[in-house]
Nanobody
Framework: QVELQESGGGSVQAGGSLKLSCASS???????LAWFRQTPGKEREFVAR?????RTTYADSVEGRFTVSADMHTLYLQMDSLASEDSAMYYC????????????????WGQGTQVTVSS
């Protein structure tokens, strides 16, 4: 069983930066780790993922601005050049079966952390 807990969200002005963290209670070695985001009334949207051997993939909308990284028990999302359209609840997710960009394929989720970008 893996439990995930996000932190680091908050309010920032457009052009600013935030770094999100996602701490895991158990080992996520060999897991696919990902960040998704969601705004009210919309489906959960893929943001970035780190595959089991460290390869990273980003949504086109965040490529070049966001960076995903990880250490032993924590997944990070460095977000730079933030824009109002980045405002959302951000979730981390993990799974050891698949490594897709589809939220339905992830079994383990955190509770989310809110990011609000004001213009």
């Amino acid at each position: 069983q893996v439990e995930l807990q996000e932190s680091g969200g908050g309010s920032v002005q457009a052009g600013g930066s935030l770094k999100l963290s996602c701490a895991s209670s158990g080992s996520t070695a060999g897991f696919c780790l990902a960040w998704f985001r969601q705004t009210p009334g919309k489906e959960r949207e893929f943001v970035a993922r780190m595959e089991r051997f460290g390869r990273t993939t980003y949504a086109d909308s965040v490529e070049g601005r966001f960076t995903v990284s990880a250490d032993m028990h924590t997944l990070y999302l460095q977000m730079d050049s933030l824009a109002s359209e980045d405002s959302a609840m951000y979730y981390c997710a993990a799974d050891n079966r698949f490594c897709s960009m589809n939220s339905a394929d992830f079994r383990y989720w955190g509770q989310g952390t809110q990011v609000t970008v004001s213009s």
